[in-house]
């Protein structure tokens, strides 16, 4: 049942503090330490799209592991697997620029899990969002 198909290969998992600007295909062992929803609208009542319009959630979570902490930005049914406490895997995960600062984000080639409680206490100290980069275009002459 553990046997890997051919062709595939073992995630490699990464820490926070080791994520940059512009990184994907990131695998991560999280807790959620907060979550509060940014964005919250349709759904309710007949849209352009009928009755059955989809409902549009964001919600920016603070989630970190032992070496730091990062901003998540859960879209919709992710909303729902990142309360505050709780132990997720993210896999296949991309660090999104948001307003100069990183934001981490699974789009739908992602995946969330929730798992069972990890045993490592969140660095608050460090978080990454808060740094803000710039770009800076090099002429070589």
Same mark, same amino acid.
């Given at each position: 049942m553990a046997e890997s198909k051919p062709g595939q290969r073992k995630a490699v998992f990464t820490k926070v503090d080791q994520l940059r600007p512009n990184s994907n295909g990131l695998?991560? #062992?999280?807790?959620?330490? /907060?979550?509060?929803? &940014?964005?919250?609208? @349709? $759904? !309710? %009542? %007949? @849209? +352009? /799209? @009928?009755?059955?319009?989809?409902? #549009? +959630?964001?919600? =920016?979570?603070?989630? @970190? /592991? =032992? #070496? %730091?902490? !990062? &901003?998540? #930005?859960?879209?919709? =049914?992710?909303? /729902?697997?990142?309360?505050? $406490?709780?132990t997720v895997i993210v896999r296949n995960a991309k660090i999104d620029m948001f307003k100069g600062s990183m934001r981490l984000a699974v789009d739908k080639w992602g995946r969330i899990e929730v798992v069972e409680p990890a045993d490592f206490t969140v660095k608050e100290d460090n978080n990454l969002s808060l740094v803000e980069f710039e770009l800076v275009t090099v002429v070589e002459e």
């Open positions: 695998n991560l #062992t999280l807790k959620v330490v /907060d979550s509060k929803i &940014v964005v919250q609208r @349709g $759904g !309710i %009542g %007949g @849209g +352009r /799209d @009928g009755p059955q319009s989809r409902q #549009t +959630r964001i919600a =920016e979570c603070l989630v @970190g /592991d =032992e #070496t %730091g902490m !990062i &901003v998540f #930005t859960a879209r919709n =049914e992710q909303v /729902d697997l990142m309360k505050a $406490g709780a």
